[in-house]
């Protein structure tokens, strides 16, 4: 054997027993990092090493606003404009649902932040999240089969037409339990909400002057609004009828001194309210057609009378506004909104409302509080690509009044949005 031979089989040999150690060495398995969960629909994936399936969603919205009106200025840092500058709207959305041997567990968050300048027609919510651009939480809730549980929209709510602005009617989030069942398309729920997300007074017993004199007593019973529906969905129809029975009003009585003391007494109220949506796909494939109307007594927030977009926030700086939410009193409130689908990017929405109050209450501060009001408008929307939508809102509202404690008064406002959705 010559020298090169030797050199050339130990190399092999090398070889040979370095293939054979390879083959023995651990192979690590590859890490499943996002594994689509499809139990809940689409988005969802399991949150590594548990069973809950988590969804992420949100949007970023760029606004600005043009307007006029009666009530005051429109922009109120610059009262000459009828331009409300910017702001940017952002919000995450995330959900988690998991499957128990009892039925599926399901939480669901919203939180959102403003920057900019808005002013006019927001809420004092809105209003102090957008100074501070502080985040706050918009809507959070928990479900186990039948029985939902946290702040969302309340149980009476039937929207508020196919726009942006919103007509007048039922408009509010509430702190609540709600427990429903539905069967073969009819839908039966129950919820008791906290009383204070609409507006009650609470109870003031115990007011005294300077010279400890009692001037004020009496006040609301502390009981939830206690709110049923019935729903009804097949084929192209769905309709929801609710009622409400509340303790948010106060009738006062006295001077309000230690001769004669305030005495703030409670009164029940309650609510009743429908809506009807066709679908007319017939027409255009996605039009839609809704009706709705309601009533109340000693329950205004529920007509839209005070609330998020109501009359009362429209014309909040107007002489016999103030402390709607708990002046006794009837009110009534309707709208019809309609939607066309011209392309699978543009619809167009034309919506209609009117809403009356007529108080009853006797203290002199409150009596003879009664208006009319109205409010007509379209949307257009345009989706250029999935997850953009530029909107323009235009509406018109009057308020009118044969009393000298409200004013009248008229509004007009344009909306104009850039919107992101993931």
Same mark, same amino acid.
């Given at each position: 054997?010559?020298?090169?031979?030797?050199?050339?089989?130990?190399?092999?040999?090398?070889?040979?027993?370095?293939?054979?150690?390879?083959?023995?060495?651990?192979?690590?398995?590859?890490?499943?990092?996002?594994?689509?969960?499809?139990?809940?629909?689409?988005?969802?994936?399991?949150?590594?090493?548990?069973?809950?399936?988590?969804?992420?969603?949100?949007?970023?919205?760029?606004?600005?606003?043009?307007?006029?009106?009666?009530?005051?200025?429109?922009?109120?840092?610059?009262?000459?404009?009828?331009?409300?500058?910017?702001?940017? $709207?952002?919000?995450?959305?995330?959900?988690?649902?998991?499957?128990? $041997?009892?039925?599926?567990?399901?939480?669901?968050?919203?939180?959102?932040?403003?920057?900019?300048?808005?002013?006019?027609?927001?809420?004092?919510?809105?209003?102090?999240?957008?100074?501070?651009?502080?985040?706050?939480?918009?809507?959070?809730?928990?479900?186990?089969?039948?029985?939902?549980?946290?702040?969302?929209?309340?149980?009476?709510?039937?929207?508020?037409?196919?726009?942006?602005?919103?007509?007048?009617?039922?408009?509010?989030?509430?702190?609540?339990? $709600?427990?429903?069942?539905?069967?073969?398309?009819?839908?039966?729920?129950?919820?008791?909400?906290?009383?204070?997300?609409?507006?009650?007074?609470?109870?003031?017993?115990?007011?005294?002057?300077?010279?400890?004199?009692?001037?004020?007593?009496?006040?609301?019973?502390?009981?939830?609004?206690?709110?049923?529906?019935?729903?009804?969905? &097949?084929?192209?129809?769905?309709?929801?009828?609710?009622?409400?029975?509340?303790?948010?009003?106060?009738?006062?009585?006295?001077?309000?001194?230690?001769?004669?003391?305030?005495?703030?007494?409670?009164?029940?109220?309650?609510?009743?309210?429908?809506?009807?949506?066709?679908?007319?796909?017939?027409?255009?494939?996605?039009?839609?057609?809704?009706? &709705?109307?309601?009533?109340?007594?000693?329950?205004?927030?529920?007509?839209?009378?005070?609330?998020?977009?109501?009359?009362?926030?429209?014309?909040?700086?107007?002489?016999?506004?103030?402390?709607?939410?708990?002046?006794?009193?009837?009110?009534?409130?309707?709208?019809?909104?309609?939607?066309?689908?011209?392309?699978?990017?543009?619809?167009?929405?034309?919506?209609?409302?009117?809403?009356?109050?007529?108080?009853?209450?006797?203290?002199?501060?409150?009596?003879?509080?009664?208006?009319?009001?109205?409010?007509?408008?379209?949307?257009?929307?345009?989706?250029? /690509?999935?997850?953009?939508?530029?909107? /323009?809102?235009?509406?018109?509202?009057? /308020? &009118?009044?044969?009393?000298?404690?409200?004013?009248?008064?008229?509004?007009?406002?344009?909306?104009?949005?850039?919107?992101?959705?993931?």
């Amino acid at each position: 054997m010559t020298f090169k031979s030797l050199i050339l089989g130990s190399a092999a040999a090398m070889i040979v027993a370095g293939a054979a150690n390879a083959a023995d060495l651990t192979v690590a398995e590859p890490v499943d990092y996002v594994k689509v969960c499809d139990a809940f629909g689409k988005g969802f994936y399991y949150s590594p090493g548990t069973d809950t399936c988590i969804k992420v969603g949100g949007y970023v919205k760029f606004v600005t606003q043009f307007g006029d009106n009666d009530f005051g200025a429109f922009n109120k840092l610059y009262k000459n404009s009828n331009w409300n500058n910017f702001y940017t $709207e952002a919000s995450i959305q995330l959900t988690g649902s998991s499957i128990t $041997e009892y039925g599926n567990l399901t939480g669901w968050i919203d939180v959102r932040a403003k920057t900019g300048n808005e002013a006019g027609t927001g809420t004092f919510a809105d209003l102090i999240n957008a100074q501070t651009n502080s985040a706050y939480v918009d809507t959070a809730w928990l479900q186990f089969g039948p029985i939902k549980a946290g702040r969302f929209k309340s149980l009476f709510d039937f929207g508020q037409g196919f726009d942006d602005t919103g007509m007048f009617a039922s408009d509010t989030k509430t702190d609540h339990i $709600e427990l429903s069942y539905t069967v073969n398309g009819f839908g039966l729920s129950l919820s008791l909400e906290d009383n204070r997300d609409r507006g009650a007074a609470g109870f003031v017993n115990g007011l005294y002057d300077v010279n400890n004199n009692l001037i004020a007593s009496g006040g609301q019973d502390n009981i939830p609004d206690i709110i049923g529906a019935v729903t009804y969905a &097949s084929g192209i129809f769905k309709t929801k009828v609710a009622a409400a029975y509340v303790k948010h009003a106060i009738d006062i009585s006295g001077a309000g001194n230690a001769a004669s003391p305030y005495v703030f007494e409670d009164k029940s109220g309650f609510a009743v309210g429908g809506i009807v949506e066709l679908a007319l796909d017939s027409i255009s494939k996605g039009d839609k057609l809704q009706v &709705s109307a309601s009533y109340a007594q000693n329950a205004n927030s529920f007509t839209g009378i005070t609330g998020g977009t109501s009359v009362s926030n429209l014309s909040g700086s107007l002489t016999g506004m103030s402390a709607l939410d708990f002046v006794p009193g009837d009110s009534w409130s309707g709208f019809v909104s309609y939607k066309h689908v011209w392309s699978d990017r543009v619809w167009t929405s034309l919506s209609g409302g009117y809403a009356k109050f007529e108080g009853t209450a006797d203290y002199a501060a409150w009596k003879d509080r009664a208006f009319d009001a109205w409010r007509v408008g379209s949307t257009t929307n345009f989706t250029p /690509v999935k997850g953009l939508d530029l909107l /323009v809102d235009v509406f018109y509202s009057s /308020v &009118s009044s044969d009393t000298s404690k409200i004013k009248d008064g008229d509004a007009w406002q344009t909306n104009i949005f850039l919107k992101r959705s993931w």
